[in-house]
């Protein structure tokens, strides 16, 4: 059907015809519910997004507010709340609300032209939905086709994982449309050869990207490259191309994504030291390290059994200087990293403090980890404080992991009993 709704866009002569077609095509005709009233002040507009945000609104009520809303300006230039509606229909299973509203976000613009911008929007939202034949359809409507609209529709097939349609459209569409793919749309297709894993021809495209197509690689080039030598763990090859960046012939500057790439060798070397002292060497380079930086070099330094380092660097992160600002946070695969290290060397006090700001953070830790701490901290005398933790994970465990946990709570209950006579 996509196919057939392409080809017949690439007919349409009228740019108005393209348009009323692209909206029978992503509307699938679903019976919505009847849409509240649109709102008419900006207090109604405001209740009527914390509505949509809320995560008890279902979504035949999330589809019919968010038609709602539709003829505010303002509402239609709020991509956050485009993507989380988005997001939450697709995973409930409903790709034919998502194809309907984002349908009826297109009729309710104001220019009778969908503008670049908007239709790379809508390639990137089905994209997210995992609705790739519709990102295609969406692609065919911008007039004229761009290397812009280009690289977003490769980059919907490369999250998508048709490494197949990303190189067929970048082989095929530039010549049928009359497109010259530009850095952005070489580096997707970088990409997506080193995700299939064909270093050999991601390394070639690599190369004749200046003779070929007049496209410099630039240092995200290198970074692509960089991975596939790295996943297949060619170091010789690795390091070749890190002396090339800064090499007269380059001479490109090493990004963050460059300096993590150099940080998980060296922790996959068993060198995670090094790789902390590159921490320090970034900031001094005017690169400040990021949260997946330092998850790196603490993941590194847990596999080597060096818990106290990897928590001394944890420690370090509120205090790294930014550019806007002092501080790095911890995500959940910080805190569980840790834990689980922590947890198999035996180090309960800093395990608890670990455990204690995850379920602050309303994150439940892996239960086995949990069941680790606990026993430990029994073997160590702290009945108390593992109470503390079962009692804690009874509130933020949710959904249906919460019956999986009180079975694991009924064991370690007993052992708390145990322990009591």
């Excluded at 509240?36 to 209740?47: I, Q, Y």
Aim: charge should be positive.
């Amino acid at each position: 059907m996509a196919a057939a709704a392409a080809a017949a866009l690439c007919r349409s002569p009228s740019l108005l015809c393209r348009r009323h077609l692209l909206i029978r095509l992503l509307s699938t005709h679903t019976q919505l519910q009847a849409p509240p009233p649109t709102p008419t002040t900006p207090a109604d507009l405001s209740r009527l997004k914390s509505s949509i945000r809320d995560a008890a609104t279902t979504p035949d009520a999330l589809a019919a507010l968010f038609l709602s809303a539709l003829p505010h300006p303002a509402f239609l230039a709020d991509r956050p709340l485009f993507a989380l509606s988005v997001r939450r229909l697709a995973s409930a299973g409903r790709r034919d609300l998502v194809a309907s509203i984002l349908s009826s976000s297109l009729t309710a613009l104001p220019s009778r032209h969908p503008s670049e911008g908007f239709l790379i929007r809508l390639i990137a939202l089905y994209s997210a939905a995992a609705m790739p034949d519709h990102s295609l359809t969406a692609f065919r409507l911008v007039k004229p086709p761009s290397d812009r609209a280009l690289s977003a529709l490769l980059s919907a097939y490369h999250d998508n994982r048709l490494y197949d349609r990303v190189v067929q459209a970048f082989n095929t569409l530039p010549a049928e449309l009359g497109i010259k793919p530009g850095l952005v749309s070489h580096n997707v297709l970088l990409k997506t050869l080193v995700a299939s894993g064909d270093i050999a021809a991601a390394r070639a495209l690599f190369d004749e990207m200046p003779h070929t197509a007049g496209v410099q690689p630039d240092i995200v080039s290198c970074n692509e490259i960089l991975k596939g030598y790295l996943n297949t763990g060619d170091d010789a090859a690795f390091d070749q191309l890190l002396k090339e960046i800064a090499g007269p012939e380059r001479h490109l500057k090493p990004n963050v994504g460059t300096y993590n790439l150099r940080m998980t060798l060296l922790c996959a070397r068993g060198r995670s030291f090094e790789a902390e002292e590159l921490l320090d060497a970034m900031g001094a380079r005017g690169v400040p390290p990021n949260r997946a930086c330092f998850n790196t070099v603490i993941k590194g330094l847990c596999n080597e059994g060096e818990v106290g380092a990897a928590m001394a660097l944890f420690r370090k992160m509120p205090e790294v200087p930014r550019q806007n600002g002092t501080g790095v946070s911890p995500n959940f695969e910080t805190y569980i990293m840790l834990l689980e290290a922590l947890v198999n060397k035996g180090v309960f006090d800093p395990a608890m403090e670990i455990c204690k700001e995850c379920l602050r953070n309303k994150w439940a830790p892996p239960f086995q980890a949990v069941k680790g701490l606990v026993q430990g901290l029994l073997k160590s005398r702290q009945a108390k404080r593992g109470k503390e933790v079962l009692m804690a994970m009874r509130k933020v465990v949710k959904g249906d992991a919460k019956a999986e946990w009180m079975k694991v709570e009924a064991q370690l209950s007993l052992l708390l009993a145990d322990k009591k006579a």
